[in-house]
């Protein structure tokens, strides 16, 4: 198309060349010494011939030395101009493809973030799970501790006050029956004496 167009405005630098010429040959064509003014209209043999020797030659000139490079200059315009709307699109081409890649970079980055924040949620509800759990077991070893040394408190106070309950029965048994009950038979006997009276309250 633009080929056409280049090669139609060539010729038509022509044939605007040509008429220029054509009152020059209208000056060689008129005789010598003639009067008056030339008719152009009025068929003239000789007019005819310089107007077509001059239109040949003129052709030729320029066939010779205008159209081709003229031509080949027309042609290396429009094969940049196609190499440069080739290069643009292909450019376009290019930055779409970019584009749709950092696209495809940013979903997935958006994607992995979303994934290391559940993650952190999971980690962190699981490590609030296992703290709680932990402080569970901690209480729970602490208050059987508790209680194993309240027992053992107990235990210990209840055996502190058998013993002093021995000694105040000996001491008493001793005063009535004024003799020294002082001895490893007699606290064995009063042991067994308040083991019996601790066993009913057992059963009950």
């Not at 493809?97 to 973030?113: F, T």
């Not at 107990?154 to 058998?162: E, G, N, V």
């Amino acid at each position: 198309m633009r080929s056409g167009h280049s090669r139609a405005a060539a010729r038509s630098a022509a044939l605007l060349g040509l008429m220029s010429f054509i009152p020059t040959a209208t000056a060689f064509a008129a005789p010598e010494g003639a009067e008056g003014s030339t008719n152009l209209l009025a068929p003239n043999a000789g007019l005819m011939v310089w107007t077509l020797v001059v239109f040949i030659g003129l052709m030729w000139v320029l066939k010779r030395f205008a159209f081709k490079p003229l031509f080949a200059a027309v042609e290396e315009r429009e094969r940049a101009l196609a190499e440069a709307i080739d290069g643009a699109r292909r450019d376009r081409e290019a930055s779409a493809s970019l584009l749709a890649e950092q696209k495809s970079q940013l979903d997935a980055a958006r994607g992995e973030a979303q994934q290391i924040i559940a993650d952190g949620r999971s980690v962190a509800e699981k490590m609030r799970t296992e703290m709680l759990d932990e402080t569970r077991k901690q209480q729970s070893e602490m208050m059987e501790q508790a209680r194993r040394d309240i027992e053992g408190e107990t235990a210990k106070a209840i055996a502190d006050l058998r013993r002093e309950a021995v000694d105040l029965a000996i001491a008493g048994a001793s005063k009535v029956i004024e003799q020294n009950l002082d001895s490893a038979g007699n606290r064995r006997i009063v042991d067994q004496f308040l083991a019996s009276l601790d066993a009913p309250k057992g059963r009950a």
